[in-house]
């Protein structure tokens, strides 16, 4: 948008890494204190809604924001067992996916517990969402690019794969995380399955959207860089045993924060233009005065 030759960037980028899925099946949310028995199957299910309904399996959703006459045109792909992208057929593909990382980490010393509070995060989902006034222009490649932005941040082959929806109120990706971390010592390859070697604490986490945000930038997109209230509240933070909560924004009140700021700065821009017209006609007068 251009207001007088200023330039306002009204894009954002909401992103959320709040859930977490355990070996054990159960998951939380520290965003919404939610936590069940879900696996990595049942989070499959609701992400890869598309490819069930494709193959006649169409599973009722609790959102009342999906449009179900829409699901078809979701898109989802995993990684294959060579590390290429794949259009899913079946939404075991993305289990799988899941499944040979988690394999591979066990295989080079990663040590999976499955029961109490050692219960081992397996699979760290992560949502991203664009305004649809960043999108334009990227609608083929919007979310190509923010995948090759987490791959380049998480280890690519821990981004396993994830599933594009455009059946409810914006389009928004769900990535599949595997937080596998790799060392390399005399030629040995050791693994750990830790999401704490990737988040490690609320300042770093909220590090992140600045970061993906200049990346986006750096792409071309029309996108808000600076956005400190906005970033100190999805940053959250540790209570006293250590846990982490996030206080993400959903991406509507996101919006609306973002629209209510755009607001404020275009009623400072008239006020300014009030102040510099008010400024000429008080030197009109003067000058009127003066002859």
């Not at 040590?111 to 397996?122: E, M, Q």
Request: glycine share 8%.
């Amino acid at each position: 948008m251009i207001i007088r030759n200023e330039v306002i960037k009204i894009g954002y980028l909401s992103f959320d890494a709040s859930v977490k899925i355990h070996y054990s099946g159960k998951y939380t949310s520290t965003k919404t204190g939610k936590s069940g028995n879900m696996g990595i199957a049942g989070y499959i299910r609701h992400i890869d809604r598309s490819t069930d309904k494709m193959n006649g399996c169409e599973v009722q959703h609790g959102n009342p924001d999906i449009n179900s006459d829409l699901t078809l045109e979701n898109e989802s792909y995993y990684k294959d067992s060579n590390g290429e992208w794949q259009r899913t057929s079946h939404s075991k593909d993305m289990v799988n996916a899941i499944n040979r990382r988690i394999e591979y980490a066990k295989e080079h010393g990663a040590r999976i517990s499955t029961k109490g509070k050692n219960d081992t995060v397996i699979v760290r989902p992560l949502v991203l969402q664009m305004g649809n006034d960043s999108i334009t222009g990227h609608e083929n490649t919007w979310m190509w690019d923010l995948i090759g932005i987490l791959e380049e941040e998480f280890g690519t082959d821990n981004i396993t794969g994830f599933s594009i929806h455009k059946d409810e109120t914006n389009p928004h990706i769900h990535v599949s995380f595997v937080a596998c971390h790799e060392t390399d010592k005399d030629g040995e390859v050791k693994c750990s399955i830790s999401q704490t070697k990737f988040f490690k604490n609320p300042k770093q986490l909220a590090g992140l959207h600045r970061k993906f945000r200049k990346k986006l930038l750096d792409k071309g997109y029309d996108i808000e860089l600076e956005n400190k209230p906005i970033e100190e509240q999805l940053a959250g933070y540790y209570d006293k045993n250590g846990e982490w909560h996030q206080q993400g924004l959903t991406p509507d009140q996101l919006k609306e924060l973002t629209d209510r700021e755009l607001n404020l700065r275009m009623e400072e821009l008239k006020m300014s233009i009030k102040r510099n017209d008010l400024e000429k006609l008080e030197m009109a007068v003067a000058d009127i005065m003066a002859t």
